[in-house]
Structure formats: structure tokens, C-alpha cells
């Protein structure tokens, strides 16, 4: 059994888990989806989930000691991966088990690989691939399509979990995999 303070503003979600933990200041945008497990924590500050993003199982969100946590829209926040006083642009990636810190700038369309940490204050530009510890920009692409796809996938999974169904239909998986192989 999760919980959902006052202050937390829902505008839309697709889903949220019934474990999910968010307390404080936090906005949920639109078609968002949040997944088991999840804690989010502004006791001041506060946590922005722009549209579409899924936050993923066991995703720990907390604002920094002088920033918020500001995540953009068409977002993957994979498992285990630990937001901290951050920004994400849109369309971004943040693989499993990644940490970004206070003060962190991740631009748009850009992937964070798991098991990598973000350090303070580091900003990387729009088309960034960002990996090891400390994270270093290791390759410049867009992946914004890809990034996107990835969270159109996950509203619709959080769709199909609003409705009570743990499992795509035969007919909804072969509409995905059509409408993404293309």
C-alpha cells in the first residue's frame, strides 16, 4: 500500500501503482504512468513529471538541497535509477540503476546508460550518450524517436494496467509492434 500526500497535483496520469510513495510538491503531467514502488519526495522544491513519462519500478525522485527535479515530457525513468535534484529534457532515457545528482542537466533526446552516475552540476547538450562513473558524454546522436517510442510503449502498458489487465492483448501487442516497425 503506497500513498499520495495533498500536495502532490495529478493532472491525468494513465496510471499510478497503488505502492507508489509520493509526498510533497510534486506535478504529474498527463498520460504519465507510475509503476511499483516508486518514492518521490519534495519537502521543498518541487518534482515536475512532464507528460507521457514513465517512471519505472523502484525509481527513487528527491529534490537537491538548492535545485528541483524537473524531468521533461516522453520520458523513460528505468528501474532502480535515482533522480536528485536534476533536469531531464524531453524524450530522454535514464537506464536501469543510473543516479543523477544535484544539479545535473540532461538535454533532450539523449540516453543515460544504466549503472551510470550523473555528478554535480554536470550539463550534457541535447543528443548526449552518457556513461560510466563519473558519466561522460560518450557518443552524440538523437535519439529522441527511439526515447519517444519507448514511452508511447509504457503509457499504453499503464493503460492496460488502469483497466485491470496485466498482459497486452494478442490484438493491442500486434498494433504495437506493427505501428513501430514500420
Known amino acids: 500500500m503506497g500513498h499520495i500526500s495533498d500536495s502532490v497535483t495529478l493532472d491525468n496520469p494513465v496510471f499510478i501503482h497503488e505502492s507508489a510513495w509520493l509526498y510533497g510538491k510534486v506535478y504529474v503531467g498527463p498520460g504519465v504512468s507510475i509503476w511499483p514502488n516508486v518514492v518521490t519526495r519534495a519537502e521543498f522544491h518541487e518534482i515536475v513529471i512532464g507528460a507521457r513519462t514513465n517512471i519505472q519500478d523502484f525509481v527513487m525522485i528527491h529534490v537537491g538541497a538548492m535545485t528541483p527535479t524537473i524531468i521533461g515530457e516522453d520520458c523513460s525513468i528505468t528501474h532502480h535509477a535515482t533522480l536528485h535534484g536534476c533536469e531531464i529534457g524531453d524524450r530522454c532515457l535514464i537506464g536501469i540503476n543510473a543516479t543523477i545528482m544535484d544539479g545535473a542537466k540532461i538535454g533532450a533526446n539523449s540516453i543515460v546508460a544504466g549503472n551510470t552516475i550523473v555528478t554535480e552540476n554536470s550539463v550534457f547538450p541535447e543528443n548526449s550518450v552518457i556513461a560510466g562513473v563519473p558519466g561522460r558524454l560518450v557518443a552524440e546522436r538523437d535519439n529522441g524517436k527511439a526515447n519517444r517510442i519507448n514511452a508511447e510503449m509504457y503509457q499504453q ?3 492496460s494496467y488502469a483497466g485491470g489487465r496485466d498482459r497486452l492483448s494478442d490484438e493491442d501487442l500486434h498494433a504495437l ?6
Open 157 to 159: 502498458f499503464g493503460a
Open 177 to 182: 509492434i506493427a505501428k513501430y516497425s514500420a
